[in-house]
């Protein structure tokens, strides 16, 4: 093999890898948040990152920081009190070095009250990642664009409402 072919070799294998950890932590988000684990939905965003939700009626939702992602996650329902799944799904990945940028669909399923479970709200994330120094692949800015949402349920206002 060539010096060449080696480096193709190489990079090939990066972007691999780098594809992989970004799809890791989207899988972590939801895993963690469905379940009330802090420090791993934390661990999910750079400690600068911004959050915003914006929903159907136009209202937009925003978190800041780590502070902000503490506030989200400590309002936000979790197991056992809510069952609840969020799926990301479809993920395109544009990797540009250290940075990427990722469009991913969202559903939200959640368990029934003594009825069925429903699909909460569905919609897309449009993240910007960004690889720390640790290695870690995390999310420096995230707009949820939530879609269609199941009428008259909890919406989480933001720590830093922009509505």
């Not at 480096?7 to 992989?20: P, S, T």
């Not at 999910?44 to 996650?73: I, K, M, Q, Y």
């Not at 009190?81 to 993920?91: A, P």
């Not at 959640?110 to 909460?120: F, I, N």
Request: proline share 2%; hydrophobic share 30%.
């Amino acid at each position: 093999m060539s010096e060449d072919e080696l480096e193709a070799l190489k990079a090939r294998v990066q972007d691999l890898e780098d594809r992989n950890a970004i799809l890791d932590t989207l899988t972590q988000y939801g895993h963690s948040l469905d379940y009330g684990d802090f420090d791993r939905l934390v661990d999910c965003f750079t400690d600068d990152v911004v959050r915003e939700n914006r929903r159907p009626d136009g209202s937009v939702h925003r978190w800041v920081g780590r502070e902000g992602t503490l506030d989200f996650a400590s309002r936000h329902s979790h197991a056992p009190e809510i069952y609840h799944k969020h799926l990301v799904l479809n993920s395109r990945i544009e990797l540009h070095g250290d940075t990427a940028d990722v469009q991913s669909y969202m559903i939200r399923f959640d368990a029934g009250d003594g009825e069925r479970s429903y699909v909460w709200g569905l919609g897309r994330y449009l993240d910007k990642m960004r690889r720390e120094p640790d290695g870690r692949w995390r999310i420096a800015h995230r707009v949820s664009e939530i879609e269609d949402q199941w009428p008259g349920r909890f919406v989480l206002k933001g720590h830093d409402n922009t509505d």
